[in-house]
């Protein structure tokens, strides 16, 4: 090392030394101390990070404000998540993540004390436009109103006005909630008034490309569900729940194309949707009801097994088949009297660019994909004539339904579950006999039809 460059080192240290006692003198005899030491109007928590004080939180009065029931309107990509309603093995569905955004915004209390009602419960991956729940939200009309309960321990005089608007739901909600759910409306609504059982009727549609389909074909059979029948073979017999009533009336099914003004074509990459209206439905009929659909569209069915699985007395038993996939599916409408909906054309365009956005992204996915298949059938590629829209393998050679071996029938499903506990058996008042779920309560009443059991809500 030269000599210049020792003399240099030896210079910086110094001044390095000059430095830091002059730091010293200016800051006292613990610098460090006086570093970390917080300015006179600062407060420290227990941590000694800079904020609020610590200790708890003082917790939110909600006996201080009124509450005001209301619907909510919201709409929802359900591909990422296990189904809308809560479950006990997953955390992810569409409900958990509502509640976390109605407790992070002190909505409500907690879910027990809400009032909550939802339209339907939609399965995994099913998505949803028009999913309406009611419950009850905190409220500012201390003036009272529609749905609104005010507090009895508060002097309203003082407070009572009538030009305060209520709180922003829809914003406050779609600021915490994910960006695949979100909060399109809500409407006041009576204290008793229930999403799940004051729905006047409920819409599906399910999206499907013309592929290899008959889709004229599968438009003539749709119309064969309309009407009232029981859907047994149809769906998923949820007899463990107390679902013993199968019974469901149709008001509406149709197979249209996506297009509103089609030209004659037959691209097999036409998209139409099968659109299904009705009081209520069973769970997983929707999907059912698709599969055979999907089925006749390939001419391995004829139309009439629709009229057959839906004669109960010739054929009680549902023949094994496989259910049209989830990600289709989506709950389009449900339809109530006597709402007045209110709604934020700023949160109206936030809405839309959310989805503007997932629009953007999947047409952009999917142009690239159509553009790889197109530069593969022009150097030969045959592209597959098989629905790809129904779970499981598909079969080398076809089976008819009505050849395949039965699913356990009803009666055979309600022993299962008595000799479990699940459903119990009493006499009807004529000698006939009740099946209901679990212990009866003291406050059930006795009726003499075998199956009494209903359940109204809408499960795809």
């Known amino acids: 090392m030269s000599e210049a460059l020792i003399q240099r080192v030896k210079k910086l240290e110094e001044e390095l030394e000059s430095l830091r006692s002059q730091l010293k003198d200016r800051s006292g005899d613990d610098p460090e101390m006086e570093k970390s030491s917080p300015s006179p109007g600062e407060k420290t928590n227990s941590s000694g990070k ?35 309603a809560v479950q006990e093995n997953t955390d992810n569905t569409v409900e958990a993540r509502l509640f976390e955004a109605l407790l992070k915004t002190r909505l409500i209390r907690d879910r027990q004390s809400s009032n909550y009602h939802r339209c339907g419960r939609t399965d995994k991956g099913v998505s949803a436009f028009s999913q309406v729940i ?44 994910p ?5 399109l409306d809500w409407a006041p609504a009576a204290e008793g008034f229930s999403a799940r059982f004051d729905c006047q009727s409920r819409t599906y549609r399910y999206y499907f490309p013309r592929g290899a389909l ?29 679902v013993l009533q199968f019974e469901r009336t149709i008001l509406s099914a149709v197979v249209r194309s996506v297009d509103p003004d089609p030209a004659s074509s037959d691209d097999p990459y036409d998209l139409f949707f099968f659109e299904i209206k009705g009081l209520a439905f069973l769970y997983h009929q929707v999907r059912c009801m698709m599969a055979l659909l999907l089925l006749i569209g390939q001419k391995l069915e004829a139309p009439e097994i629709i009229n057959q699985l839906l004669d109960v007395q010739k054929n009680p038993r549902k023949p094994q088949y496989s259910m049209a996939v989830d990600y289709p599916l989506v709950l389009y409408e449900c339809q109530f009297d006597g709402l007045s909906w209110k709604q934020d054309p700023e949160e109206v365009n936030h809405v839309l660019s959310a989805l503007q956005l997932h629009w953007t992204q999947s047409a952009v996915k999917t142009q690239v994909l159509h553009g790889m298949m197109q530069g593969l059938e022009a ?43 699940r459903l119990e ?9 009740m099946v209901h779920k679990g212990k009866r309560s003291k406050h059930s009443h006795n009726s003499t039809t075998s199956h009494p059991s209903t359940d109204t809500r809408a499960e795809d």
């Open 50 to 84: 800079k904020g609020r004080k610590a200790g708890k939180e003082r917790p939110f009065d909600f006996s201080s404000h009124p509450r005001r029931h209301v619907a909510l309107r919201l709409a929802y990509l359900g591909w990422a998540y296990q189904g809308f």
């Open 134 to 177: 009611t419950i009850d939200l905190r409220s500012t009309q201390f003036c009272g109103g529609l749905g609104v309960t005010v507090p009895e321990n508060v002097d309203v005089s003082a407070k009572a006005k009538s030009d305060i608007p209520d709180l922003p739901y829809v914003k406050m909600l779609n600021r915490v909630l």
């Open 179 to 183: 960006l695949d759910v979100r909060i």
């Open 214 to 242: 008959d889709v004229a074909l599968m438009a003539d059979a749709a119309k064969r569900y309309e009407g009232t029948h029981d859907f047994r073979n149809l769906c998923k017999m949820d007899v463990g729940n107390g």
């Open 379 to 421: 150097l030969g590629g045959a592209s597959s004539s098989h629905c790809l829209l129904v779970e499981g393998s598909r079969q080398r050679n076809y089976r008819p339904l009505l050849e395949r071996p039965c699913c356990e029938s009803l009666e055979s499903r309600i022993d299962h579950f008595v000799k479990r506990g």
């Open 425 to 433: 058996r009493e006499e009807g008042e004529n000698g006939g006999e």
